[in-house]
């Protein structure tokens, strides 16, 4: 079976979390899951998992399967307090980004008359104060990638330092992981940079698929496929039923 888009994509979360050390992953999302479990049994087992909704888990079970061994107890109320203290890397989806890595998840449209209601801000605000921060976009377009998000739900970098420390001390907008590439908040000003492209995309693609001027270094890689260990613990432990393909699909 050659290695999918889906694959590369779960590689690429897995080593935004490679480097955390002991830290709570909190993943949302199908993707950021089977990212963050594949971290965990590869390149950084000291990672501290949940089921995403009461318990940490001692093993790393397949995709949405039932816990098997069970490490302690996080009930929803208790994963606030994680947040405020700290030890955090949350991975969000983002409805839209813009060039300066504020994230929308609240609504599109004038904020007293929108256009479309979605989540709400929801925990955006505390995660991007508070904790690392990531974001997974399953389908990178111009739509989502845009010059100015209508709300701000997620803080980027500039806004933070604009708000004064208590928003910037611990404001940490670590990736960005695409269906195209891998990109950060890295540029001038604090603005999106892209540090990869998966194979088979061109940065010119990632370029027309994003509604703001990139900061595009001189020598863009190409984002590295998973190893064949990786490949094996992806399909064959995590989600041998393909899970994966529905927010990537196979001919992608």
Known sequence: MSITRADVCAAAIADAFADDGEI???????????????????????????????????GTPPLFAKADVVEGWIPFRKVFDVVANGPRHVMMGATQVDRH??????AIGDFDRPKRQLLGSRGAPGNTVN????????????????????????????????AGPAAARFNDIHRVVSNLAVLDVGGPDDTVRLLSVHPGVTVDEVREA?????????????TREPTPEEQVIIREVLDPKGLRFKEVPQDA
């Open 24 to 58: 709570f992953a909190s993943p949302m999302g199908l993707l950021p899951m089977l990212g963050v479990r594949l971290a965990r049994l590869t390149s950084n087992p000291d990672l501290v998992i949940s089921d995403g909704e009461s318990l940490f888990l001692a």
């Open 101 to 106: 890595g504020n994230q929308n998840i609240s």
């Open 131 to 162: 904790n690392r921060t990531s974001y997974w976009v399953p389908k990178h377009s111009s739509r989502v990638f845009v010059e100015q998000v209508d709300i701000v739900s997620g803080v980027g970098p500039a806004r933070a330092k604009a």
């Open 210 to 222: 994003t509604g703001f001027e990139l900061d595009v270094p001189a020598d863009v890689p190409t």
